[in-house]
């Protein structure tokens, strides 16, 4: 559903690749497509509309380079624009004398606990030896919550049993300094920024907590009311950053780019998945392609890079150079593959191949099928897979719940994928097995 | 009049509701959408609406862009308003239409004996939270509940139902950490039944939609709901955030896929969000809202009246 940008203005501008400038009317119709492709990716409506007077403006009288279609000229002016908004100011904390604390705030559910949870552990990667303290008191069970996670990664959470969080913060501070911690994540009540009563106590908290970084917790998800909210609690509590939480999901986050606007504050980090160590510097390029719905190359690339370590990396490369194609490589590659993340979303930020894969599900159902068929084979038949005769795909199909269909499929697939293999050795353009690009379509 | 717990729940009658518990709710959602409306008719001047000027039509689009409406919802809201030719009242005209794009008042179906409610969402909608309240609901409405603890993923997510579950005096099924949910869908399923409960009401983990391996493990506890009572799941309840964008739409596609949505629970609508993306997601995949949340209290999960709705959003 989501065509990128860059498609649609291609569509709409035509390929006058390299004839002269944009025209007034071309500059319009791109405008149209840039205003809605920047409102279904929830930016504030009024942001959208400053922010399009800018590029309009930009745009006009341009010279289309020779190498680019007018479309995908305008998506660069735009793209600069943004990153450039959304780049300007620093992403670092500010650390001071010990204990340096960080308070987080929000509204209820947009992840507040475990985002202290994630910068606790990043904080100690850095070098830093921090604790956590309890101070949300409204939700049931979120003490139990923030203890069980700092169990998990071994950092102390500091409690108090009472009714006031101002108490909780006084307590953990004495606690942290004696303790000899050098970083305190103040955990806070999620609160709507309409309710007086706990915005004015986020206030005392903040004013007995006195800390270095007060930072907003944002869903990534949010839509027009961003602007509200960020401005709500500007105004109480000042925050100096924002940290983006739920990116891997796939809204467009339209919401960076609104509160950025409206309150001069920069993102600082990005929350990238449920497990704890899955917290993210910001990068303003990629935030801007990704509101575009444009990819993101350099995520694709930092995340194949970290999923892979090397010498394995290396390993697979020689033997699939020699042209080999064992069912143990399979599962190698199956497992860096997952380390990636959702094969969708990694397939996603492949710029071009996001619009093209729009209508093939890729089912990781059927890989997680295929792996159970892998696993259900011997040692010795994932290695040398001919020795696989018809007995012992009976026994695997029975030892996986596959049919034997479904196993004479794997294969087959094998085989086409170890010709595949000794054609790029021979250093050819593999062409795709069909039933790797038919098998997932709707 | 607000619709009633009675009539969602198809009860032929029940605990008299307060005119204060109807029109508290109509007033806090009144007040919670102020801001909207504020926007809505300050955006529309619609007394000076002049349906031949291309620049009133504009700012008639902007004003629903705002409220989160959602592009192609608002075009269609525009596209009848603009078919209407004589549009009279313009916020009248428009809260019409907003109610026609949601649909009918929708019931709960609780009747069978138990009956089953699968609730599902993606991370911090209040789905818990929502259980809780709607768990005290039935029970106020003669109904013996139980919750079953099938969020084993999220740290304390089972102690926090397990507070409610005392609140509720409901019955409660819960696991360790980590267990399998769909074992926890069929201890709670059977519980059920066996204790002659009328309703199991089902946690499940928030997670995104986008993660398919979460998503089938979604699907799996309801096809174990499924195959341990017949006609179960009764309800598939998406809970939905009211400050969130355009992604609910995903969030309702996608889940639907996985879960079978039969319904929407939109919570904290009591900020200055509009909630307006429950028009998008009616519209666009014919989703019925059920509930609304409209603040911290019991009293503040309500049947969800489209035409209450529309107007506060509109017009107040």
């Known amino acids: 559903m989501f065509d990128t940008l860059s498609d649609k203005l291609q569509a709409t501008l035509g390929d006058l690749r390299g004839k002269g400038r944009l025209d007034d009317e071309q500059i319009s119709k791109a405008m149209r497509e840039i205003r809605l492709a920047l409102l279904e990716a929830d930016v504030n409506f009024q942001v959208v509309k400053d922010f399009v007077a800018q590029v309009r403006e930009r745009a006009t009288g341009q010279d289309v380079l020779k190498s680019l279609t007018p479309g995908q000229q305008v998506v660069k002016i735009v793209h600069e624009e943004l990153t450039a908004l959304m780049g300007s100011g620093g992403s670092r904390l500010a650390f001071g004398k010990p204990p340096t604390v960080i308070l987080m705030a929000g509204l209820q559910g947009s992840g507040k606990t475990t985002t202290s949870a994630k910068l606790a552990l990043h904080l100690r990667k850095a070098g830093k030896n921090p604790a956590l303290v309890a101070a949300d008191l409204q939700r049931p069970a979120a003490i139990d919550q923030l203890e069980q996670l700092g169990r998990q990664i071994q950092i102390p959470v500091y409690r108090k049993d009472t009714q006031d969080p101002v108490e909780v913060v006084k307590y953990a501070l004495q606690a942290a300094t004696s303790a000899g911690n050098d970083v305190v994540i103040v955990d806070t009540a999620g609160r709507l920024h309409v309710d007086e009563a706990l915005m004015d106590e986020l206030v005392r908290v903040r004013d007995a907590a006195k800390p270095m970084n007060v930072l907003l917790v944002l869903d990534a998800m949010t839509g027009q009311e961003a602007v509200n909210v960020a401005e709500a609690f500007q105004e109480r509590v000042a925050f100096d950053g924002v940290v983006l939480t739920k990116l891997d999901g796939d809204a467009r986050g339209g919401a960076a780019l609104s509160v950025r606007q409206v309150t001069g504050k920069p993102i600082k980090y990005v929350s990238v998945g449920e497990k704890l160590d899955q917290l993210e510097e910001f990068h303003p390029d990629r935030m801007a392609s990704r509101i575009l719905g444009m990819g993101d190359v350099l995520t694709l690339i930092e995340k194949a890079e970290a999923a892979v370590e090397e010498d394995e990396q290396e390993a697979m490369e020689a033997r699939m150079r020699s042209g080999q194609f064992t069912f143990d490589d399979f599962l190698s590659a199956q497992k860096m593959l997952k380390r990636m993340g959702p094969i969708q979303g990694v397939l996603k930020m492949i710029p071009g191949l996001g619009n093209q894969l729009k209508d093939v599900d890729i089912d990781e159902r059927q890989l997680a099928r295929v792996e159970a068929i892998v696993l259900s084979m011997t040692p010795q038949e994932r290695r040398m897979p001919h020795l696989i005769n018809g007995s012992r795909r009976q026994r695997i199909a029975a030892g996986s719940g596959q049919t034997i269909q479904d196993v004479n499929k794997l294969l087959t697939a094998r085989k086409q994928m170890e010709k595949m293999m000794k054609q790029m050795g021979k250093g050819k353009m593999p062409t795709l097995p069909q039933q790797m690009t038919k098998a997932g379509r709707r | ?316």
Do not use: C
């Not at chain 2, 955030?241 to 904290?268: C, I, P, W, Y």
């Open chain 2, 1 to 316: 009049m607000a619709r009633s717990w009675a009539e969602l729940l198809g009860d032929e009658d029940g605990p008299e509701e307060t005119a204060e518990q109807q029109r508290g709710v109509f007033g806090r959602l009144r007040e919670s959408l102020g801001k909207s409306r504020r926007a809505l008719t300050g955006e529309l001047a619609a007394a000076t609406f002049d349906p031949g000027n291309e620049e009133d039509w504009e700012r008639l689009e902007e004003a629903l862009i705002r409220g989160d409406v959602g592009v192609r919802a608002t075009a269609e809201l525009i596209r009848r308003l603009e078919a209407r030719g004589e549009l009279g009242d313009l916020g009248e005209a428009l809260a019409e239409e907003i109610a026609d794009l949601l649909g009918e008042p929708a019931t709960l179906n609780v009747s069978a004996k138990p009956s089953v409610i699968l609730v599902v969402g993606v991370n911090g909608t209040g789905k818990t939270t929502t259980i809780g309240k709607l768990a005290q609901k039935l029970r106020e409405h003669d109904r013996s509940v139980l919750l079953g603890a099938a969020d084993t993923f999220r740290a304390a997510a089972e102690e926090q139902l397990e507070i409610w579950a005392k609140r509720a005096q409901a019955d409660f099924v819960g696991a360790p950490h980590g267990a399998d949910p769909a074992a926890v869908a069929y201890d709670a399923v059977e519980a059920a039944r066996a204790r002659g409960h009328d309703v199991a009401i089902v946690d499940t983990a928030g997670r995104l939609h986008t993660q398919s391996n979460l998503m089938e493990e979604l699907a799996k506890v309801r096809r174990v709901i499924e195959s341990r009572l017949e006609g179960a799941p009764h309800e598939t309840l998406l809970v939905v955030d009211a400050t969130t964008g355009q992604n609910g739409l995903q969030q309702a596609r996608l889940f639907g896929e996985s879960a079978g949505v039969t319904g929407v629970a939109l919570t904290k609508l009591d900020g200055s969000a509009k909630g307006g993306v429950a028009v998008a997601i009616a519209y666009e995949l014919g989703l019925p809202v059920k509930l609304i949340g409209v603040g911290e209290g019991l009293d503040d999960l309500r049947p969800f009246d489209p035409h209450d709705f529309a107007r506060a959003l509109v017009a107040g």
